[in-house]
């Protein structure tokens, strides 16, 4: 039983190393839906500093958490709780959605025939993902939406998109 474990979470690990482009995709929505531009540059910035600091799941979700409401007691408005509150759960939260994508490109990625892929299904919920794959899932939705933040703010679209998928 811990030998499937391990290597569901080697799968896991092995899926955001190489790319997860579902989390690009919903990064570019992300940024066109929900007006990113709520945001500042400076609190951008900002945030990547929150972001980048943390090397625990659970230290980057308190610190995410407590800048975002120390950003809420400067701005107001419904745009900027929608738009805080939607980048919280993007982060931090794995609905079914996001699962089952994660599954389909685990199903590719598995070398191994003797790993059941609803085995590796089980290790992506949330409650057992191990803390060092959340962080990494939570940074890398992130660093995707910065991106592409800088895509439309710098109008160089393509140029970003070739170096995200490449």
């Known amino acids: 039983m811990r ?8 799968c896991v690990e092995v899926l955001i190393n ?7 995709k919903e990064a570019e929505d992300f940024v066109r839906e929900m007006d990113f531009y709520e945001f500042s540059k400076s609190q951008i910035y900002g945030l990547l500093e929150q972001v980048d600091k943390y090397n625990t799941f659970l230290d980057l979700k308190q610190g995410v958490k407590k800048w975002l409401k120390n950003q809420s007691a400067k701005k107001s408005g419904k745009n900027w709780a929608e738009v ?3 980048l919280k759960k993007k982060m931090f939260s794995w609905d079914e959605n996001r699962l089952l994508e994660m599954k389909e490109l685990a199903k590719k990625k598995i070398g191994d025939k003797s790993l059941n892929s609803s085995y590796v299904f089980l290790i992506l919920k949330e ?3 191990k803390d060092h794959l959340k962080l990494k899932l939570a940074k890398s939705f992130f660093y ?6 800088r895509c439309y703010s ?3 679209t393509k140029k970003i998109l070739e170096d995200m998928r490449s």
Do not use: H, P, Q, R
């Open 84 to 86: 805080s509150d939607e």
């Open 154 to 156: 710098d109008n160089d």
């Open 3 to 10: 030998e499937n474990e391990d290597l569901a979470n080697l």
């Open 144 to 149: 995707s939406v910065l991106t592409y933040y």
């Open 127 to 129: 409650k057992n993902m």
């Open 18 to 24: 190489n790319g997860m482009d579902f989390l690009i």
